[in-house]
């Protein structure tokens, strides 16, 4: 059974500060993706990472994965307000079913 | 608006009455998910349709939850004689054919037994 786990599960930083979310996961798959959830709407899709190695960035942030290490990580550079929100990661079980991990709340503070 | 949409937003219902939610999906997207999300978790895969054929249920699905997807368009979730255990947040997902593409997921619906 595919187990997904998100650490920190909560992270206050300060504005201008770099910080790493990680999401290791139990048994072997080849898809991986991060989405973001501000309180009380839906959730957007960040990153989709395909394969060992893969690294992609948007902004701020930067994802990349460890099929090996069944490790992923979600890079903040440089923390601004705006990028206040819960992240996930999800793991793909199957074709279709995505196992996600419980998210991180990051508080940034001004 | 071309996203996907869910219809109620909200629904408080009495334990034992039966609920069924709405969700049309991305007019392209032949995929489309149900979720279940409550609070401090990530979602909860409950079942998958490509196009109308309902294709993967998850184990934890009790038989009280039907999903539809008549013609391959919108999308229904009834839950019969709900239960305070279904209060949550269910959320649908719709993507384009392909393994590897991204869902685009609805507001939700957020559902409250008391």
């Known amino acids: 059974e595919l187990k997904v786990e998100q650490n920190p599960l909560f992270l206050s930083m300060q504005e201008g500060k770099n910080y790493t979310i990680y999401c290791n996961y139990s048994?072997?798959?080849?898809?991986l993706y991060w989405y973001r959830q501000d309180p009380g709407k839906s959730l957007e899709s960040l990153f989709v990472l395909l394969s060992n190695g893969a690294v992609k960035q948007e902004g701020r942030l930067m994802a990349s994965l460890d099929t090996k290490a069944r490790l992923s990580t979600l890079h903040i550079t440089a923390a601004v307000h705006d990028l206040s929100a819960t992240y996930f990661c999800?793991?793909?079980?199957?074709?279709?079913?995505?196992?996600w991990g419980a998210g991180t709340k990051l508080i940034i503070k001004p | 608006d071309t996203g996907v949409s869910q219809d109620p937003r909200h629904k408080i219902t009495k334990r034992g009455q039966n609920v069924t939610f709405r969700c049309d999906p991305i007019?392209?997207?032949?995929?489309l998910y149900w979720y279940r999300q409550t609070l401090g978790q990530g979602p909860e895969f409950l079942t998958y349709?490509?196009?109308?054929?309902?294709?993967?249920k998850s184990r934890l699905l009790s038989n009280r939850f039907s999903a539809e997807r008549p013609k391959g368009s919108f999308s229904t979730l009834e839950i019969q004689r709900t239960e305070q255990g279904d209060s949550a947040m269910y959320l649908c997902?719709?993507?384009?054919?392909?393994?590897?593409?991204?869902?685009?997921f609805g507001q939700g619906t957020r559902l409250t037994v008391v």
């Open positions: 997902a719709s993507s384009l054919q392909g393994s590897s593409t991204e869902a685009f």
């Open positions: 007019s392209e997207h032949n995929r």
């Open positions: 048994t072997t798959s080849d898809r």
């Open positions: 349709f490509q196009n109308e054929a309902q294709l993967e």
């Open positions: 999800a793991v793909a079980y199957s074709n279709y079913q995505l196992i």
